[in-house]
């Protein structure tokens, strides 16, 4: 069984999506029928619906979206990591909201499109500090060169578990291997963030990719987090900019050759089960 953390719907007839319009391959309907299909095929058995940073005013209407999806019968939608804005005075009432809700079991707030400042806001950190004892999530979506800002939100809290997505983000096509290494190793010394392995297909050469050339990016990952911190994530449909999710899933069982079955059971699902109370 393998558990999706990271699946992000897209639906043009119900929300809107401000940034989709700068980023063309991905400006259209990317359905759940669609995802459910491939994710079968794929060994997928659940998941968990990613916020896509609809438009602010329906960041609420986004998740009763995605309840929808999750009541249907058979759904693999285990549940809903939300957008949020902890910069604002009104986080408080919306975080009281959410914990009401069974379905949320997280929260993400995009930072690699904002000013760096916006997670030194001492509003932002205060309201921040309120995830401590709730057990919901906060993902962090940062640039190798945000890391640090990462830490600094890791530290502030060391009760609230935050979860890197995407390896964080490294440029593979670039073969950057450092500062992200560096801050790599500094933030997997702190022991509440996991590391999301995901995305990184969407982040080397499209044309040009094997598993071998995610190797050293996806070990390093891992081998600085420990098994006990790590969780698989497709990132459909941004892994369609790399081949697509069947590609990343035969690429990660590939890289995963060699390793333990139950090495490979905490990467694929048992950690994420125990994170989320799937």
């Known amino acids: 069984m393998i558990v999706d953390t990271h699946l992000h719907v897209i639906d043009l007839s119900a929300l809107d999506y401000p940034w989709l319009s700068g980023v063309e391959a991905l400006n259209r309907t990317w359905s759940y029928d669609a ?53 604002e005075k ?15 079991k997280g929260f993400r707030r995009v930072l690699h499109v904002m000013p760096d400042e916006l997670s030194e806001r001492p509003l932002f950190r205060e309201n921040m500090a309120r995830l401590s004892g709730t057990g919901l999530t906060f993902d962090l979506c940062v640039l190798p060169n945000q890391l640090p800002k990462a830490i600094a939100l890791a530290d502030l809290a060391p009760d609230i578990t935050f979860i890197l997505d995407h390896c964080g983000v490294p440029d593979i096509k670039g073969d950057a291997r450092q500062p992200w290494g560096d801050h790599i190793a500094a933030l997997a010394e702190r022991p509440n963030v996991i590391a999301k392995i995901s995305g990184v297909v969407a982040y080397a050469d499209p044309e040009t990719w094997i598993a071998e050339t995610l190797r050293p990016w996806v070990e390093y990952t891992i081998t600085s987090f420990g098994w006990d911190r790590v969780v698989w994530g497709s990132d459909w449909p941004v892994c369609t900019l790399g081949g697509g999710l069947m590609a990343w899933a035969a690429a990660t069982h590939a890289l995963l050759d060699g390793t333990s079955e139950d090495e490979r059971r905490k990467l694929l699902s048992a950690n994420a089960k125990r994170i989320w109370r799937l």
């Open 35 to 87: 995802y459910e299909l491939e994710a079968r095929r794929a060994g997928i058995a659940r998941t968990l619906h990613m916020e896509v940073d609809v438009a602010p005013a329906q960041i609420e209407d986004e998740t009763g979206y995605v309840a929808t999806l999750a009541g249907r019968p058979d759904s693999l939608i285990a549940g809903a990591i939300a957008s949020c804005r902890p910069e």
């Open 90 to 104: 009104d986080f408080p009432a919306y975080l009281e909201r959410q914990r009401a809700n069974p379905l949320v």
